[in-house]
């Protein structure tokens, strides 16, 4: 029962994700599911707006209780956004950026979100 109950909140969070993800950004987005319960999204550059949009609308998204089969759970989304690309090229620099901003989101009672505009 366990891993059915695991398999159908990943699912719920990402039929979730990508259908917030669709309006703002379209095909300039890409969700990936990268561990357990986390999720990247991939966004090709351009304008930020878009990119405030998908991560404000998920982040009061996870302030709403969630579906998993029959199971109603509560669930908050901590929604980190940071820039990278040609001055951070190494994965490590943009994991632990990521890292700190996730600390910074959960630390966010009303809504955990976090959003860099510049690339360190």
């Not at 999720?39 to 304008?47: N, S």
């Not at 998204?61 to 969630?66: A, E, I, M, S, T």
């Not at 998993?68 to 908050?76: I, L």
Request: aromatic share 6%.
């Amino acid at each position: 029962r366990g891993d059915v109950f695991k398999s159908q909140v990943v699912s719920a969070f990402a039929q979730e994700l990508q259908s917030i993800l669709a309006e703002p950004l379209g095909e300039r987005g890409v969700l990936y599911r990268i561990a357990g319960t986390a999720f990247a999204v991939i966004v090709q550059p351009g304008d930020i707006d878009p990119i405030k949009a998908f991560a404000q609308k998920a982040a009061k998204r996870g302030l709403q209780p969630w579906q998993a089969g029959d199971a109603q759970f509560t669930c908050r989304l901590n929604v980190s956004s940071i820039p990278f690309g040609l001055k951070t090229t190494d994965p490590e620099a943009v994991s632990d950026r990521l890292d700190t901003a996730s600390v910074k989101s959960a630390q966010m009672p009303d809504l955990p979100l976090v959003i860099e505009e510049t690339e360190a």
